[in-house]
Each structure stands twice: as structure tokens, then as C-alpha cells.
């Protein structure tokens, strides 16, 4: 069964950075683009970042971008979301998430509709 857990998460004061990882069980992520997204209490799920099965291309979110990077190390079944320079507005319950839909596809997709598998996500909170 495939899994996917969430660790890294915390609580920080805004500037602060926060490296949330996702590690893959049960099924080997190389071939599949990964991303994150994020909900805050009482809001809907918002797509953050995205990366392509060869970790060569990226997507953020505007609202991230400049901020966070995801990265991937395909060797570790693993995927990274490096948080710097942190807002309150960050604040929310970060999941990782796979597109299962496509093998070895270049592009990687940008909507939370387009992922078919998450996690069940890790804790983000930031202070002011």
C-alpha cells in the first residue's frame, strides 16, 4: 500500500525557515511528479509547489515564490519543501502529494485536482 508521511513541520516565529520532508512507502516515486499544498483552518486546499519525476523542473506558487523550493532526492524516495523567511499567513497543515496519473511525464501539474494521492500532512506554524 502506498504511503505518504509528512515530517518537519513546527512551530516558528515569522522570518524563521522550516524544512518539511515527505517520505514514499510501498511505492517508488521516480517516476511520478510530486508537490505540496496546504490549507489553513477553515480555507480550501491551495497548490504551493510542484516538481517533475527528474527533480529538472519546478513550479511555485506565487504566494511561495522566492520563499520555499521543493526538490527531490529520487534515491530516498523523498521529497523537500525548504520554508524561508516564513509568514503568518504560512500558517496551515502542509501535505505532500503524488500525480500517479502519469509515468516519466516532463511537466509537472499545478492544481490540487490534478494529484491523485496525499499524505495526511504536518503541522506549520508561524508566529509574529
Known amino acids: 500500500q502506498t504511503q505518504l508521511r509528512e515530517s518537519g513541520g513546527g512551530l516558528v516565529q515569522a522570518g524563521d525557515s522550516l524544512r518539511p520532508f515527505c517520505a514514499a512507502s510501498?511505492?517508488?516515486?521516480?517516476?511520478?511528479?510530486m508537490g505540496w499544498g496546504r490549507q489553513a483552518s477553515g480555507k480550501e486546499r491551495e497548490f504551493v509547489a510542484s516538481?517533475?519525476?527528474?527533480?529538472?523542473?519546478?513550479y511555485h506558487a506565487d504566494s511561495v515564490k522566492g520563499r520555499f523550493t521543493i526538490s527531490r532526492d529520487n534515491a530516498k524516495n523523498s521529497v523537500y519543501l525548504q520554508m524561508d523567511s516564513l509568514k503568518p499567513e504560512d500558517t496551515g497543515v502542509y501535505f505532500c502529494?503524488?500525480?500517479?496519473?502519469?509515468?516519466?511525464?516532463?511537466?509537472?501539474?499545478?492544481?490540487?485536482?490534478?494529484?491523485?494521492?496525499w499524505g495526511q500532512g504536518t503541522q506549520v506554524t508561524v508566529s509574529s
Open positions: 510501498g511505492r517508488v516515486i521516480s517516476s511520478f511528479s
Open positions: 502529494t503524488m500525480d500517479m496519473t502519469y509515468n516519466s511525464r516532463d511537466y509537472a501539474a499545478r492544481t490540487v485536482a490534478d494529484y491523485n494521492y
Open positions: 516538481i517533475n519525476w527528474r527533480g529538472e523542473t519546478t
